[in-house]
Protein backbone atom coordinates (compact mmCIF):
# COMPACT_ATOMS: atom_id res chain seq x y z
CA UNK A 1 0.00 0.00 0.00
CA UNK A 2 1.25 3.31 -0.78
CA UNK A 3 1.14 5.41 2.33
CA UNK A 4 0.62 8.98 2.51
CA UNK A 5 3.55 9.39 5.23
CA UNK A 6 6.25 7.95 6.93
CA UNK A 7 7.36 9.89 10.23
CA UNK A 8 10.68 8.42 11.20
CA UNK A 9 11.35 9.61 14.95
CA UNK A 10 8.66 9.65 17.30
CA UNK A 11 9.59 11.70 20.22
CA UNK A 12 7.64 15.36 20.44
CA UNK A 13 8.37 16.43 17.19
CA UNK A 14 7.23 12.96 15.37
CA UNK A 15 4.51 11.82 18.00
CA UNK A 16 2.78 15.73 17.20
CA UNK A 17 3.10 15.14 13.16
CA UNK A 18 1.65 12.33 13.28
CA UNK A 19 -1.14 13.41 15.81
CA UNK A 20 -1.82 15.79 13.11
CA UNK A 21 -1.94 13.61 10.21
CA UNK A 22 -3.88 11.04 12.24
CA UNK A 23 -6.81 13.60 12.59
CA UNK A 24 -5.99 14.82 9.22
CA UNK A 25 -7.19 11.50 7.89
CA UNK A 26 -3.64 10.33 6.18
CA UNK A 27 -2.28 7.12 6.40
CA UNK A 28 1.01 7.33 8.32
CA UNK A 29 3.31 4.76 9.84
CA UNK A 30 5.25 6.56 12.84
CA UNK A 31 8.43 4.36 13.34
CA UNK A 32 10.33 5.09 16.66
CA UNK A 33 13.10 2.88 18.18
CA UNK A 34 12.77 4.72 21.46
CA UNK A 35 16.82 5.95 22.22
CA UNK A 36 15.86 9.46 22.35
CA UNK A 37 19.21 11.65 24.07
CA UNK A 38 16.73 12.92 27.35
CA UNK A 39 16.08 8.89 28.63
CA UNK A 40 19.31 10.14 30.74
CA UNK A 41 16.53 12.46 32.59
CA UNK A 42 13.43 11.42 34.66
CA UNK A 43 11.88 14.89 34.21
CA UNK A 44 10.97 17.03 31.74
CA UNK A 45 10.18 20.66 32.28
CA UNK A 46 8.65 23.52 30.62
CA UNK A 47 5.92 21.95 28.69
CA UNK A 48 2.65 23.48 29.75
CA UNK A 49 0.24 20.83 31.26
CA UNK A 50 3.23 18.64 31.50
CA UNK A 51 5.08 20.28 33.53
CA UNK A 52 7.73 17.82 35.60
CA UNK A 53 6.54 14.46 33.26
CA UNK A 54 8.76 11.25 33.22
CA UNK A 55 9.88 11.74 29.08
CA UNK A 56 8.74 7.93 29.36
CA UNK A 57 5.56 8.82 30.22
CA UNK A 58 5.19 11.24 27.67
CA UNK A 59 6.12 9.04 25.08
CA UNK A 60 3.33 6.78 26.56
CA UNK A 61 0.77 9.41 26.61
CA UNK A 62 1.48 10.63 22.91
CA UNK A 63 1.33 6.78 21.55
CA UNK A 64 -1.95 6.31 23.65
CA UNK A 65 -3.55 9.67 21.88
CA UNK A 66 -2.36 8.43 18.37
CA UNK A 67 -3.54 5.06 18.47
CA UNK A 68 -7.70 6.90 18.26
CA UNK A 69 -6.76 7.61 14.81
CA UNK A 70 -7.02 4.66 13.16
CA UNK A 71 -5.03 5.69 9.50
CA UNK A 72 -1.79 5.73 11.79
CA UNK A 73 0.22 2.63 12.85
CA UNK A 74 3.21 2.85 14.92
CA UNK A 75 6.67 1.15 14.28
CA UNK A 76 8.76 0.38 17.13
CA UNK A 77 11.36 0.01 15.09
CA UNK A 78 14.13 1.62 13.43
CA UNK A 79 14.63 2.78 9.79
CA UNK A 80 17.33 1.65 7.96
CA UNK A 81 17.18 3.18 4.74
CA UNK A 82 14.83 5.31 2.82
CA UNK A 83 15.44 5.79 -0.80
CA UNK A 84 13.36 8.12 -3.45
CA UNK A 85 12.31 6.12 -6.43
CA UNK A 86 10.17 6.88 -8.97
CA UNK A 87 8.43 9.68 -7.45
CA UNK A 88 7.86 7.36 -3.85
CA UNK A 89 9.89 6.76 -1.22
CA UNK A 90 10.71 3.20 -0.15
CA UNK A 91 11.20 2.69 3.39
CA UNK A 92 13.30 -0.18 4.72
CA UNK A 93 12.81 -1.11 8.27
CA UNK A 94 15.21 -2.62 10.75
CA UNK A 95 13.42 -6.41 10.52
CA UNK A 96 13.56 -6.21 6.40
CA UNK A 97 10.25 -4.79 5.70
CA UNK A 98 9.47 -2.51 3.55
CA UNK A 99 6.77 0.85 3.78
CA UNK A 100 6.13 3.16 0.66
CA UNK A 101 4.80 6.57 1.74
CA UNK A 102 4.66 10.05 -0.67
CA UNK A 103 6.05 12.16 1.72
CA UNK A 104 8.62 11.81 4.58
CA UNK A 105 9.31 13.34 7.57
CA UNK A 106 12.27 13.33 9.98
CA UNK A 107 11.85 13.88 13.56
CA UNK A 108 15.14 11.68 14.68
CA UNK A 109 16.79 14.32 17.09
CA UNK A 110 20.07 13.98 17.12
CA UNK A 111 22.74 12.31 19.89
CA UNK A 112 25.36 14.12 22.14
CA UNK A 113 29.13 13.24 23.15
CA UNK A 114 29.72 14.46 26.61
CA UNK A 115 33.36 15.73 26.98
CA UNK A 116 35.95 13.00 28.17
CA UNK A 117 35.64 13.61 31.77
CA UNK A 118 36.03 10.63 33.84
CA UNK A 119 32.69 10.15 35.55
CA UNK A 120 30.37 12.33 33.74
CA UNK A 121 27.80 10.23 32.29
CA UNK A 122 26.87 8.91 35.78
CA UNK A 123 25.98 12.56 36.04
CA UNK A 124 24.17 13.96 33.12
CA UNK A 125 20.38 14.40 33.67
CA UNK A 126 20.75 14.04 37.63
CA UNK A 127 22.62 17.51 38.46
CA UNK A 128 24.18 18.14 35.15
CA UNK A 129 22.45 19.06 32.47
CA UNK A 130 22.59 20.90 29.23
CA UNK A 131 19.79 23.79 28.98
CA UNK A 132 18.90 25.58 31.96
CA UNK A 133 15.74 26.38 30.50
CA UNK A 134 14.42 23.49 31.19
CA UNK A 135 16.29 22.48 34.90
CA UNK A 136 17.53 25.90 35.44
CA UNK A 137 14.69 26.20 37.87
CA UNK A 138 15.22 22.87 39.83
CA UNK A 139 18.69 24.37 40.18
CA UNK A 140 18.15 27.50 41.42
CA UNK A 141 20.52 29.67 43.87
CA UNK A 142 22.86 26.65 44.04
CA UNK A 143 26.27 26.68 43.90
CA UNK A 144 26.74 25.91 40.06
CA UNK A 145 29.53 24.71 37.73
CA UNK A 146 29.51 25.15 33.60
CA UNK A 147 31.80 23.02 32.00
CA UNK A 148 32.58 24.31 28.62
CA UNK A 149 35.12 25.86 26.54
CA UNK A 150 35.64 28.73 24.22
CA UNK A 151 32.69 30.81 23.27
CA UNK A 152 30.24 28.53 24.75
CA UNK A 153 31.91 28.58 28.43
CA UNK A 154 31.04 32.99 27.68
CA UNK A 155 27.51 31.94 26.94
CA UNK A 156 26.57 29.38 28.92
CA UNK A 157 28.07 31.55 32.17
CA UNK A 158 25.95 34.71 31.35
CA UNK A 159 22.85 32.47 30.51
CA UNK A 160 23.09 30.86 33.85
CA UNK A 161 24.16 33.69 36.13
CA UNK A 162 20.16 33.97 35.71
CA UNK A 163 19.56 31.19 38.10
CA UNK A 164 22.03 31.83 40.62
CA UNK A 165 25.23 34.00 41.73
CA UNK A 166 27.25 31.75 42.70
CA UNK A 167 29.05 30.41 39.53
CA UNK A 168 32.22 28.84 38.29
CA UNK A 169 33.19 28.36 35.17
CA UNK A 170 35.37 25.24 34.37
CA UNK A 171 37.05 25.23 30.97
CA UNK A 172 38.62 22.37 31.29
CA UNK A 173 42.34 22.74 30.60
CA UNK A 174 41.84 25.11 27.31
CA UNK A 175 42.21 28.73 28.00
CA UNK A 176 40.16 30.46 24.67
CA UNK A 177 38.45 33.20 26.98
CA UNK A 178 40.39 36.31 26.28
CA UNK A 179 41.23 38.69 29.19
CA UNK A 180 38.16 41.15 28.25
CA UNK A 181 35.73 38.34 28.74
CA UNK A 182 37.32 37.12 31.54
CA UNK A 183 37.00 40.81 33.21
CA UNK A 184 33.84 41.03 32.35
CA UNK A 185 32.67 37.58 33.36
CA UNK A 186 34.74 38.52 37.18
CA UNK A 187 32.93 41.86 37.30
CA UNK A 188 29.61 39.80 37.92
CA UNK A 189 30.96 37.40 39.97
CA UNK A 190 31.27 34.55 37.63
CA UNK A 191 34.67 32.89 38.21
CA UNK A 192 36.48 31.16 35.46
CA UNK A 193 38.42 27.93 36.48
CA UNK A 194 41.44 26.98 33.39
CA UNK A 195 42.45 23.62 34.99
CA UNK A 196 42.24 20.62 33.39
CA UNK A 197 39.26 17.99 35.10
CA UNK A 198 40.46 15.05 36.70
CA UNK A 199 36.87 13.46 37.85
CA UNK A 200 33.67 14.43 38.87
CA UNK A 201 32.58 14.10 42.43
CA UNK A 202 29.09 12.64 44.04
CA UNK A 203 26.70 9.98 44.80
CA UNK A 204 23.83 8.87 43.29
CA UNK A 205 23.89 11.56 40.38
CA UNK A 206 24.21 14.42 42.88
CA UNK A 207 27.47 16.28 41.88
CA UNK A 208 29.49 17.61 45.04
CA UNK A 209 32.66 18.47 44.19
CA UNK A 210 34.88 18.67 40.89
CA UNK A 211 38.34 17.13 41.36
CA UNK A 212 41.13 19.00 39.55
CA UNK A 213 44.35 18.62 37.85
CA UNK A 214 46.67 19.87 40.96
CA UNK A 215 44.41 17.78 43.38
CA UNK A 216 42.44 20.59 44.66
CA UNK A 217 38.62 19.91 44.64
CA UNK A 218 35.55 22.61 44.26
CA UNK A 219 32.50 22.09 46.24
CA UNK A 220 29.51 22.91 43.56
CA UNK A 221 25.74 21.27 43.67
CA UNK A 222 25.10 20.62 40.00
CA UNK A 223 25.64 23.04 36.62
CA UNK A 224 25.63 22.81 33.11
CA UNK A 225 28.05 21.04 30.33
CA UNK A 226 28.14 21.75 26.96
CA UNK A 227 28.21 18.52 24.41
CA UNK A 228 29.17 17.82 20.89
CA UNK A 229 25.90 16.70 18.96
CA UNK A 230 25.36 14.39 16.04
CA UNK A 231 22.37 13.08 13.74
CA UNK A 232 20.89 10.35 15.62
CA UNK A 233 20.61 8.93 12.29
CA UNK A 234 21.47 10.11 8.94
CA UNK A 235 19.45 9.44 5.63
CA UNK A 236 21.52 12.39 3.88
CA UNK A 237 23.36 10.36 0.55
CA UNK A 238 20.19 8.66 -0.17
CA UNK A 239 18.15 11.61 -0.10
CA UNK A 240 20.38 14.92 -0.25
CA UNK A 241 18.81 17.38 1.83
CA UNK A 242 21.02 20.12 2.91
CA UNK A 243 23.00 20.60 6.36
CA UNK A 244 23.96 23.78 8.40
CA UNK A 245 27.34 24.21 9.32
CA UNK A 246 26.43 22.52 12.61
CA UNK A 247 25.59 19.41 10.79
CA UNK A 248 21.49 19.77 11.59
CA UNK A 249 19.08 19.65 8.54
CA UNK A 250 18.08 22.71 6.77
CA UNK A 251 14.17 23.49 6.35
CA UNK A 252 11.99 26.21 5.24
CA UNK A 253 9.61 27.74 7.74
CA UNK A 254 7.18 24.69 6.69
CA UNK A 255 9.73 22.31 7.80
CA UNK A 256 10.87 21.85 4.09
CA UNK A 257 14.29 20.08 3.42
CA UNK A 258 15.72 21.32 -0.28
CA UNK A 259 14.73 17.48 -1.10
CA UNK A 260 11.39 16.99 -2.35
CA UNK A 261 8.83 15.29 -0.63
CA UNK A 262 11.21 15.51 2.67
CA UNK A 263 10.52 17.25 5.69
CA UNK A 264 12.58 17.70 9.30
CA UNK A 265 11.49 18.86 12.49
CA UNK A 266 12.54 18.86 16.16
CA UNK A 267 16.22 18.20 17.22
CA UNK A 268 17.06 16.91 14.02
CA UNK A 269 17.18 20.61 12.62
CA UNK A 270 19.60 21.68 15.48
CA UNK A 271 19.18 25.42 15.14
CA UNK A 272 18.69 27.09 18.29
CA UNK A 273 17.46 26.44 21.27
CA UNK A 274 16.23 22.46 21.92
CA UNK A 275 13.20 21.64 24.06
CA UNK A 276 10.07 19.00 23.65
CA UNK A 277 7.50 22.06 22.96
CA UNK A 278 9.22 23.88 20.31
CA UNK A 279 10.16 19.83 18.58
CA UNK A 280 6.36 19.04 19.14
CA UNK A 281 5.21 22.17 17.45
CA UNK A 282 7.71 21.99 14.40
CA UNK A 283 6.24 18.39 14.15
CA UNK A 284 2.44 19.65 13.72
CA UNK A 285 4.06 22.21 10.94
CA UNK A 286 5.53 19.49 8.82
CA UNK A 287 2.74 17.85 8.88
CA UNK A 288 0.58 20.62 7.99
CA UNK A 289 3.04 20.62 5.16
CA UNK A 290 2.73 17.22 4.25
CA UNK A 291 -0.93 17.77 4.12
CA UNK A 292 -0.78 21.53 2.22
CA UNK A 293 1.47 19.57 -0.56
CA UNK A 294 -0.59 16.52 -0.73
CA UNK A 295 -3.88 19.10 -1.64
CA UNK A 296 -2.27 20.73 -4.10
CA UNK A 297 -1.24 17.27 -5.94
CA UNK A 298 -4.63 15.88 -5.80
CA UNK A 299 -6.00 18.99 -7.31
CA UNK A 300 -3.58 19.50 -10.04
CA UNK A 301 -4.15 16.30 -10.76
CA UNK A 302 -7.37 16.69 -11.42
CA UNK A 303 -6.46 19.90 -13.37
C1 LIG B 1 19.43 15.68 29.92
C2 LIG B 1 18.37 16.35 29.10
C3 LIG B 1 17.34 17.02 29.73
C4 LIG B 1 16.37 17.66 28.96
N1 LIG B 1 15.37 18.31 29.63
C5 LIG B 1 14.41 18.92 28.93
C6 LIG B 1 13.34 19.56 29.60
O1 LIG B 1 13.27 19.57 30.83
N2 LIG B 1 12.40 20.20 28.85
C7 LIG B 1 12.46 20.22 27.48
O2 LIG B 1 11.58 20.81 26.86
N3 LIG B 1 13.45 19.60 26.80
C8 LIG B 1 14.42 18.95 27.49
N4 LIG B 1 15.45 18.32 26.83
C9 LIG B 1 15.51 18.43 25.36
C10 LIG B 1 14.50 17.47 24.71
O3 LIG B 1 14.73 16.16 25.17
C11 LIG B 1 14.61 17.53 23.20
O4 LIG B 1 14.57 18.86 22.74
C12 LIG B 1 13.44 16.76 22.56
O5 LIG B 1 13.43 15.44 23.02
C13 LIG B 1 13.56 16.79 21.03
O6 LIG B 1 12.53 16.04 20.50
P1 LIG B 1 12.69 15.30 19.09
O7 LIG B 1 11.38 14.65 18.84
O8 LIG B 1 13.22 16.23 18.08
O9 LIG B 1 13.85 14.22 19.31
P2 LIG B 1 13.93 13.02 20.34
O10 LIG B 1 13.12 13.25 21.55
O11 LIG B 1 15.39 12.74 20.52
O12 LIG B 1 13.25 11.81 19.58
C14 LIG B 1 13.81 11.24 18.43
C15 LIG B 1 13.35 9.80 18.39
O13 LIG B 1 13.67 9.25 17.12
C16 LIG B 1 14.17 7.96 17.30
N5 LIG B 1 14.99 7.61 16.13
C17 LIG B 1 16.19 8.12 15.77
N6 LIG B 1 16.60 7.56 14.62
C18 LIG B 1 15.65 6.67 14.26
C19 LIG B 1 15.50 5.77 13.17
N7 LIG B 1 16.42 5.69 12.21
N8 LIG B 1 14.40 4.98 13.11
C20 LIG B 1 13.45 5.04 14.09
N9 LIG B 1 13.53 5.88 15.14
C21 LIG B 1 14.63 6.68 15.22
C22 LIG B 1 14.96 8.04 18.60
O14 LIG B 1 15.19 6.77 19.15
C23 LIG B 1 14.02 8.91 19.43
O15 LIG B 1 13.06 8.14 20.12
C24 LIG B 1 16.43 17.65 27.55
C25 LIG B 1 17.47 16.95 26.91
C26 LIG B 1 18.42 16.32 27.67
C27 LIG B 1 19.54 15.58 26.99
Known sequence: MLLDCAVIGGGPAGLNAALVLGRSRRKTVLFDDNKPRNAVTSESHGFITRDGIDPQEFKRIGQEEIRRYPDVSIEKQRVQRIVKENGQFKVEAEDGSLFYAKKVILATGFKETLPAIPRVKEFYGKSLFGCPFCDGWELRD??????ADGQKAVHMAKLVSNWTSDLLVFTNGSQVIS????????????????????????????LEKIQLEDGTEVLCEGGFIASDWEQSASFQS???????????IETDSWQRTKSSGVFACGDTRIAGPSQLILAASEGSMAAIAVNAELIEEKFNLQA
Open 179 to 206: QDEKELLHSKGIIINEKKIISLIGDEGM
Open 238 to 248: ELGYQVNDQGG
Open 142 to 147: RALAVI
